[in-house]
């Protein structure tokens, strides 16, 4: 059997150009997030500002330098649904408290 050199390993080579221009976005979001502090941005627009681009570079590391952009999307459900589901399952957990919460506090006199 011949050995071909050329097909042992044949692995994505993305340029570099690709990494610089995601520093770079990665960089001006950071740079913008804390302008949200420095301008001193207050109230929910602060928050939603600051989680936005938090995000952004999130999304940004896991497609680029983790490579989910060039994987299966079977891959890309395995790993994001699950924090998800978790998310929404503590969203749940978050309300049933406030109801339980609320129910003590009007018909026992007492939120403790």
Avoid: C
């Avoid at 690709?18 to 913008?32: D, N, P, Q």
């Avoid at 890309?76 to 589901?85: D, G, K, N």
């Avoid at 749940?92 to 406030?98: G, P, V």
């Amino acid at each position: 059997m011949q050995h071909d050199p050329s097909a042992t390993h044949k692995g994505q080579q993305h340029p570099i150009s690709l990494y610089l221009k995601v520093w770079g976005l990665l960089f001006l979001l950071s740079a913008m997030s804390y302008l949200v502090d420095y301008m001193h941005v207050q109230g929910i627009v602060r928050w939603v500002l600051i989680v936005t681009f938090m995000l952004l570079k999130a999304g940004l590391i896991l497609s680029i330098f983790m490579h989910l952009a060039w994987e299966r999307l079977s891959l890309i459900y395995a790993i994001l649904v699950p924090p998800l589901v978790l998310l929404v399952l503590v969203r749940i957990m978050t309300i049933e408290a406030n109801y339980a919460f609320w129910t003590r506090a009007i018909f026992m006199g007492g939120g403790g």
